[in-house]
């Protein structure tokens, strides 16, 4: 069956310190993979979306980058945070046909 | 832009009573559509889905309803328990590679 690792579960970073997250799926070949923020009581907001290696989109401008270095990891990476960049992360993976499976999310908090 | 939204932010229902938690959608595009389930500090967790050539459709204690006509979704939740306290999201999808979500409705059961 398909798992979704998604780590760490919780981060606090200075404000201007580099961010990397990591998401890889397992069970699975050329999946969608997707990152989407979550603000606190708030929907979800798709920030990226890879339909394969080397290949992002990106749906928002921000403080933030994607990378698909392999087929089944999607990384989330900053350079220097921002106050604004504090949310609950996640990942998701889809077989390309509309369903999407999240990982449990990485809470971060930039102080 | 377009965007799914959802007329109650919060739903309070007795236990053993049942939950219909609404859903607008303005992408007449739209032929995919997912209910999710979030609890705190979670992922949110696949419910339901139903595609646009359907009109209903059900599962264990669930039910999703489709009007195209009015562009409306609604989730109905037979004899809510206890354990269905989170936030469900409804989420529209009209291209393959993206999964756009609400704002979301907080389910509450009281004893």
């Known amino acids: 069956s398909q798992t979704i690792h998604q780590w760490p579960a919780t981060l606090v970073q200075p404000v201007g310190s580099p961010l990397s997250l990591e998401c890889t799926v397992e069970g699975t070949s050329n999946p969608n993979l997707y990152w989407y923020r979550q603000a606190a009581g708030r929907g979800l907001q798709l920030l990226f979306y890879?339909?394969?290696?080397?290949?992002i989109s990106s749906e928002v401008p921000q403080n933030l980058s994607a990378s698909r270095p392999q087929d089944r990891q999607f990384i989330l990476s900053s350079k220097k945070l921002l106050l604004s960049d504090s949310g609950f992360y996640l990942c998701a993976w889809s077989d390309g046909v509309g369903k999407a499976f999240f990982g449990q999310g990485t809470r971060l908090t930039v102080v | 832009g377009e965007s799914v939204g959802l007329h109650l932010p919060t739903l309070s229902v007795q236990e053993g009573d049942n939950s219909i938690i609404n859903c607008a959608y303005s992408n007449s595009a739209s032929d995919y559509f997912i209910w999710y389930k979030q609890e705190s500090g979670k992922g949110p967790q696949f419910i339901i889905d139903?595609?646009?050539?359907?009109d209903k459709r059900q599962g264990q204690r669930v039910t999703v309803l489709l009007n195209k006509t009015v562009k409306h979704l609604s989730l109905q939740i037979a004899a809510t328990q206890p354990g269905d306290s989170a936030v469900y999201f409804c989420?529209?999808?009209?291209?393959?590679?993206?999964?756009?979500f609400g704002t979301g409705t907080r389910l509450q059961v009281f004893p």
């Open positions: 989420a529209e999808n009209w291209d393959t590679d993206k999964l756009i």
């Open positions: 890879s339909v394969g290696i080397g290949q």
């Open positions: 139903i595609r646009s050539n359907m």
